[in-house]
């Protein structure tokens, strides 16, 4: 097998690469999708339990990661996190109350 010089590696290269750049420019562009909203979901939590109207609003604004979200609760920001975690601190940030049996 002969030996071939750094100057015909080098060309060689630089043909191919010509060559994949030509390739791809001649295809058709991909279909990219759309980008998504800057305001993903709004979840509207009213509440009458205690005899008077509580209303919390959650947003979940778009994020790097299309499965996480930044959650604006009330217009403060509170955490950046999956669905999930939105729905688990929604619970726990919901007191439970007595029925009408308890007190009974």
Known sequence: MY?????????RLAAMKAGKDRARMERQAPNYP????????RIVVERFDSGQTE???????????VD???V???GQPWATC???RVLEGLR???SRRLSDRAVA
């Open 34 to 41: 759309q980008p998504l909203p800057e305001l993903r979901m």
């Open 68 to 70: 996480v979200y930044r």
């Open 3 to 11: 030996r071939r010089t750094r100057k015909y590696t080098a060309e």
């Open 72 to 74: 604006l609760v009330d």
């Open 82 to 84: 999956g669905l999930s």
């Open 92 to 94: 726990k940030a919901t």
């Open 55 to 65: 209303r919390h609003e959650f947003e979940l604004l778009r994020s790097r990661r």
